[in-house]
């Protein structure tokens, strides 16, 4: 039986396999030109995201708040600060092709879209590291992290939807 600290690993790790793998399949539809595979994969990486900025934002964000201190986890918001911005970048690339029902993607689109993925996926690999800190935490915090968690992916708000209408930090 897995500890409530091992549940979160195990759950933390899956959700930023499923964001890097998405990240990397972006860079080859980009380095493709197909358009409609690069929409595809831009919708579904902001719904992944969606719920994953949010309870990290919400709970787990402030649960470590008293190990790290103000300065690095303000350096965790601004890295989400600066992926909002890159997917919101990445969704406007994406919508000319889609809404003319174009196929190909210009190749300076392309260079620009995966400039952006690229600075995405360092926070991914970081973020993930996090979880050896929240295992430290008392488990009442886990328990409170896990169930915004489940109230997050339950709400299931894209990204782009979850900054205008629920995040109250304005990017």
């Avoid at 103000?70 to 990445?90: F, G, Q, S, Y």
């Avoid at 489940?150 to 209408?165: G, I, K, Q, S, Y």
Wanted: charged share 30%; aromatic share 4%; glycine share 4%.
């Amino acid at each position: 039986m897995l500890s409530i600290a091992d549940h979160f690993t195990e759950t933390f790790h899956a959700e930023h396999r499923e964001v890097r793998d998405l990240l990397l399949a972006l860079i080859d539809a980009f380095k493709s030109g197909d358009a409609a595979q690069v929409g595809k994969l831009v919708e579904t990486l902001s719904a992944a995201i969606g719920p994953h900025f949010r309870y990290e934002e919400e709970a787990m964000y402030p649960g470590l708040l008293p190990l790290f201190g103000r300065n690095h986890v303000d350096k965790l918001l601004n890295d989400h600060d600066d992926a909002i911005r890159n997917i919101r970048e990445l969704a406007e690339l994406a919508e000319p092709a889609m809404l003319n029902d174009l196929e190909k993607i210009g190749e300076d689109q392309a260079a620009r879209g995966i400039e952006l993925v690229r600075e995405i996926l360092p926070h991914v690999s970081d973020c993930d590291g996090l979880s050896i800190m929240v295992e430290t935490l008392p488990e009442d915090d886990v328990v409170h992290i896990l169930a915004t968690h489940d109230v997050a992916r339950e709400t299931d708000a894209d990204l782009l939807t979850w900054v205008r209408t629920m995040r109250t930090r304005h990017v």
